[in-house]
C-alpha cells in the first residue's frame, strides 16, 4: 500500500470516490487505522472525551494533544495525518495558531492540521497555509464552541442559517483549506455545501452527499459508554468483547483454571527440575 499525500486525497475526489476518515488516539487505534486502509488519519479532540474521559473537549491542551498524535503517527505509516488544533491553541491570533501548527507538525509528527470555525476563521487558516501546513476546516456543530452552540445541536436547519453555513465553507475553502469537515448539518445543505466547493467535504452526522465520511473511532466500535450520537453506526461491539475477555479471566484465574501448566508454563532444563525439588 502507498502512502496517501494531498495528491492522493485530490484524485480520489476528482474520481468521486468517497474518502474515508477514521479517528485514532495512540498506538494500537492508529495501526488498525493503518492496515484497515483508511485514507486519512485524525488525531481529533474527541480523544479528551473517548480515550481520557473528560466531559468536554475544551479540557484537553496542546502538549497533551502532541502527545497523542506522536504516538499515532507511529502507528499509522499510510494515511495522511492530520491532527486537531484543541481549544485555546489557535483562536487569540493568526500568528498563536501558526506557532501551534508548526509544534502539531515538529512535535506531533503531523502532517497537517485541522481547526474549527468559518469566515472568522478564514484569516488564520491563510496564515497557516501560506508557509506549506496544510487545513482542513471544521464547520456546522463545533463541539469547542458548544456552550455558545447551546450544546451538541444540529447546525443550519433554517434557510438562514444554512446559508450562513454555505458562506463559512466557502470562507474556509478561499483561505486555503484543502478540505472540509461538516459536522451535524442536515443532509440537503451538506450536499449543496459540498456541490458548492471545489474541495471536499468529510461529513460526520452529514449525510452520503459529502465527499468522504468520518467517525469518531472508539464511538463505531461501541468502547466508548457514554451517549452515542445518532449519526454514528456501531460497526462492531468492542467494549461487550473485552469485558467478556475480561470477566472471563477473573473466573479463570479465581477458579484456577488459567494459567494452565505446559500451556502457559515455562518448564527447568532437562533434568533441572528432578535436581531442584530433591
Ligand atoms: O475530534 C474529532 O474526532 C473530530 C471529528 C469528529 C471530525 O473533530
Ligand atoms: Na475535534
Known amino acids: 500500500r502507498k502512502k496517501v499525500t494531498l495528491t492522493t486525497l485530490e484524485r480520489t475526489y476528482r474520481r468521486q470516490v468517497p474518502i474515508t476518515v477514521m479517528t485514532a488516539h495512540d ?7 493503518d492496515k484497515s486502509g483508511i485514507d486519512m488519519c485524525l488525531v481529533g479532540d ?11 473537549t475544551n479540557r484537553i491542551t496542546l502538549d497533551e494533544m502532541l502527545h497523542h498524535c506522536r504516538a499515532v503517527a507511529r502507528g499509522s505509516k499510510h494515511p495522511f495525518l492530520v491532527g486537531d488544533l484543541p481549544f485555546g491553541s489557535y483562536e487569540a491570533s493568526p500568528s498563536h495558531a501558526l506557532s501551534s501548527s508548526i509544534r502539531m507538525i515538529r512535535e506531533g509528527h503531523m502532517e497537517a492540521v485541522k481547526l474549527e470555525g468559518g469566515v472568522e476563521m478564514a484569516e488564520t487558516i491563510h496564515k497557516i497555509t501560506s508557509v506549506g501546513i496544510p487545513v482542513l476546516g471544521h464547520v456546522g456543530l463545533t463541539p469547542q464552541r458548544a456552550a455558545a452552540l447551546g450544546g451538541f445541536r444540529v447546525q443550519g436547519k433554517t434557510m438562514e442559517k444554512a446559508k450562513k453555513l454555505i458562506e463559512d465553507a ?50 463505531m466500535l ?31 484465574v479465581k477458579n484456577g483454571s488459567f494459567p494452565e501448566s505446559g500451556t502457559h508454563t515455562y518448564p527447568m532444563e532437562k533434568g533441572e527440575e528432578e535436581k531442584f525439588l530433591k
Open 222 to 252: 461501541g468502547v466508548y459508554d457514554k451517549l452515542m450520537p445518532k449519526f454514528c453506526k456501531l460497526y462492531a461491539e468492542v467494549g461487550k468483547a473485552t469485558i467478556a475477555g475480561l470477566e472471563q479471566y477473573v473466573q479463570e
Open 46 to 56: 474527541s480523544l479528551a472525551m473517548v480515550a481520557l474521559g473528560y466531559d468536554n
Open 27 to 33: 498506538y494500537p487505534s492508529a495501526v488498525f487505522v
Open 170 to 219: 466557502l470562507a474556509v475553502q478561499e483561505a486555503g483549506a484543502f478540505a472540509i469537515v461538516l459536522e451535524a448539518v442536515p443532509e440537503v445543505v451538506a450536499k449543496e455545501i459540498t456541490n458548492s466547493l471545489k474541495v471536499p467535504t468529510i461529513g460526520i452526522g452529514a449525510g452520503a452527499g459529502c465527499s468522504g465520511q468520518v467517525l469518531v473511532q472508539l464511538d
